[in-house]
Nanobody
Framework: VQLVESGGGLVQPGGSLRLSCVAS????????MSWYRQAPGKERELVAY????????DYGDSVKGRFTISRDNAKNTVYLQMNSLKPEDTAVYYC?????????????WGQGTQVTVSS
């Protein structure tokens, strides 16, 4: 099982980035996907969530209206479009895959990609 994030980097305030997460080793279309982030000295927080078929999304309050999560099940990929970036968006961004049955929980994490918003 692998989740490989890409697209992070250094961007000026007000700029945009698009993160990608490519999944392999499991049935991607059966998993809800999320983006989390963790800034230095802070707890990991949920940024965005999308259901397995993409029919529903949800966002953390701090990114609503600026970030958009999407997925392409044919490409086993989930995206995070980040617009109007702020310095407080600086963090390591992680991709997460989750599915549950009546008796089990299956969850996977990527290695993270650094996003730095600074002038």
């Amino acid at each position: 099982v692998q989740l490989v994030e890409s697209g992070g980097g250094l961007v000026q305030p007000g700029g945009s980035l698009r993160l990608s997460c490519v999944a392999s080793g499991f049935t991607f279309s059966s998993y809800a996907m999320s983006w989390y982030r963790q800034a230095p000295g802070k707890e990991r927080e949920l940024v965005a969530y999308i259901t397995h078929a993409g029919g529903m999304t949800d966002y953390g309050d701090s990114v609503k209206g600026r970030f958009t999560i999407s997925r392409d099940n044919a490409k086993n990929t989930v995206y995070l479009q980040m617009n109007s970036l702020k310095p407080e968006d600086t963090a390591v961004y992680y991709c997460n895959a989750l599915t549950m049955t009546l008796t089990s929980k299956y969850e996977y994490w990527g290695q993270g990609t650094q996003v730095t918003v600074s002038s």
